[in-house]
Structure formats: C-alpha cells, structure tokens
C-alpha cells in the first residue's frame, strides 16, 4: 500500500500553473525593435522554435515531483504479531477393565462402553465439534492413560491430530495389568506440566496461562504408590489445576449365579470414590463434576471449555519505506526516486536554456 504522509503539501501544485501564465504571457517577456523581419521568419519553423514550450514542461515536472517528495510518499508494509497466552492441558484417562462396560447411552440412544464414550467426547473437546465445543486450538494438550500403571501416551503438544491418533489407539488392557491407579496418574501429569514453561522462551510468541489436570475415573483407587490426595497436595504446591470427572451410571448391571444356580442378573450400585475425587479438586481450585451418561459427559466438558479458555492478543503494525529518495519496485520495473527524477529535469531544463533553447533576450 503506498499513501502520502502530508497530502496536503500538494496544494503547492497550484505553483504550477504560474509557470505557464509567466511563459505565455507576452507581457512579461522583454523584447527587441527591428526595422524589419523578414529574415527572421526565413530561419522560423526549425526544432528549437516548435519545441519553445519544452522548458516550462520540464519546470512543471520537476515543481510537481518536488511537491511530490515533500508530501512523503510511502510504501507500507502491514505485519501482525499474535500473541498467545494458551493452557497446558493434560487429559488424564482410566482405561481399566471396569471401562469397557457397554452402560452409557449416547444421544441417540446406543449403549456405548465408558470408554469408547470418554474418547468421543475427549476428541470433540481436543478438535471442536462445530457447535458448543470450539475445540482446543491455541492450548497445548496431553494425554496420560492409567490402569495399574500410568503411562504417557501423548505429551503435552500443539499437534492436536497426533494426540487423537494416540487418544483412537487407547485399548482396555489384558487382566494381570488391569486396576485403577488413580494417585500415580495423577502425579505423573503434575510432572508432565510442572516444567512446561522452560519450553518457550521470554520472546516466544506463545506463553503459559494456566496449568490444568482433567482426571476422569469410573472407580476408586486399588493399586498404586501414592494416593489421589496426595497427589493433589504436589499439584497445589506447583500452582495445577485438578478437574476430576467420576464417570459412571449410579447402578450396573451384574450377572450372579451359574453351575447348579440359575443365573440371574442384578442392579448393583457403582462404587466411585466421589468423596476424595472432591478433596482433590477443592485441594487445586478445580471442581468435581460427576457424568452419568454420555449427554452428562459431553455437559461436563462443554463446562470446562468455557472455564478454561486462551487469551490472543492480535497487534498489527506498519513498516513504512519513504519513496521520495527510494528506487520503487513495480513488479519487474524499477522506478526512479521523485527528487532524482526533478533534479535531472532541472538539469535538463537549465542545458537547455543555455544551448539549443536559448532565446535572446
């Protein structure tokens, strides 16, 4: 884009016109008496007698370029500089045994396993669903899967189609490795985020906001080191945040008997530790939210995307290059600069008036 810093200087153009009255006006050029002239109009009609206006057209030029570069012609280069204020976000997922129960009904009425359901509404609020959830594009997200160990499956990344590989390739695991070790999980994402920061450097154009856990279980803790409290205690002291999800129906739905007993199947209610996955949000200043079905799961994290969103910060400037004593580029043309082009036009003109356009008087 090319402006003018003063455009109002080009009200000196109207010197120009001046130029023209003073060269054609016959009262203002001297003159001398001959006794005749007839010689005179013999040598008329030669190059210099038709080209008599050529000294005021370059006086006029140069004027006009001149006022030119005193209005500053400019060429502006618009840049924008996004800054980004993102969330560490560690996705913290139970993959035991007890999560492949087909217990929880999606909008459309299916029964889905717990974790075939987690992982759909994980994948909507990692990518957005084009509705309520946007999608995390802005924050760096990670996932940790636990059963009876914990395990890293994506760390924290701004490549949110890797981590929804990992998070498709999540499987229930095989029975010597199955139980719920919800305090090792726990403090193996507190140390995934805790130094996360070192990652981006002060002129990095993209800076941590917040630190966030999102720990969703269907259980209570049965192996492990360290218990969820205290786990919760490390993130506290770091400055995480914990939100913890129990995501189970209130009952399900457990066959007894068998052999010489007729089988028979019974309601039983599901045993989530809520009492503790609560102290181990109020411990973070998190909350504790607890899903039901898939709808309540999908409620849930719509919740949290809002409460945890990024800040961007858009700044736009102008890199202005001055034209009045630059080469300007027009595609594969290069055009001289304003005041070169006066200057050799003056030049011009005064060769002229002294050699091949000299008028006596």
Not at 163 to 183: H, Y
Not at 266 to 294: H, I, M, S, W
Request: hydrophobic share 45%.
């Amino acid at each position: 884009m090319i402006a003018l810093a003063h455009p109002w200087l080009l009200v000196l153009l109207l010197f120009i016109p001046v130029i023209w009255w003073v060269h054609l006006n016959p009262r203002r050029r001297a003159a001398l008496r001959f006794a005749g002239v007839d010689r005179v109009k013999l040598r008329a009609g030669g190059w210099s007698q038709r080209a008599h206006h050529l000294l005021p057209l370059l006086r006029s030029l140069a004027v006009a370029l001149v006022v030119l570069a005193l209005a500053r012609p400019q060429k502006a280069d618009e840049e924008t500089r996004v800054s980004t204020e993102g969330i560490a976000i560690q996705i913290v997922l139970d993959r035991s045994g007890s999560m492949s129960n087909e217990d929880f009904a999606d909008d459309r009425g299916r029964m889905l396993t717990r974790l075939d359901a987690v992982k759909d509404v994980v994948r909507q609020f990692v990518v957005g669903d084009g509705r309520e959830l946007r999608g995390r594009e802005d924050d760096l997200v990670g996932l940790i899967v636990f059963a009876r160990f914990a395990d890293t499956e994506c760390p924290l990344t701004h490549d949110h189609q890797h981590l929804v590989r990992a998070l498709d390739k999540v499987q229930i695991p095989p029975r010597e490795e199955d139980g719920t070790a919800i305090g090792d999980a726990l403090l193996l994402a507190v140390e995934r985020t805790r130094n996360i920061a070192r990652r981006f450097g002060p002129d990095d154009a993209f800076k941590i906001k917040s630190r966030v856990i999102i720990l969703l279980t269907d259980g209570d803790q049965n192996f492990g080191k360290f218990r969820p409290v205290q786990a919760a205690e490390v993130a506290a002291a770091v400055g995480v945040k914990v939100y913890t999800i129990g995501a189970a129906p209130e009952f399900q739905q457990q066959q007894f008997g068998g052999g010489i007993f007729q089988p028979r199947t019974v309601r039983v209610p599901v045993n989530v530790d809520e009492e503790e996955l609560q102290k181990v949000a109020d411990l973070t200043g998190g909350k504790y939210f607890r899903a039901r079905d898939a709808g309540s799961l999908r409620d849930i994290y719509q919740e949290i995307d809002k409460l945890e969103r990024s800040t961007i910060d858009r700044a736009s400037f102008f890199r202005y290059e001055e034209l009045a004593y630059r080469w300007l580029r027009i595609g594969s043309i290069h055009l001289p600069p304003p005041l070169l082009v006066a200057l050799c036009l003056l030049a011009l003109e005064l060769i002229l008036a002294n050699t091949r356009l000299r008028r006596i008087p």
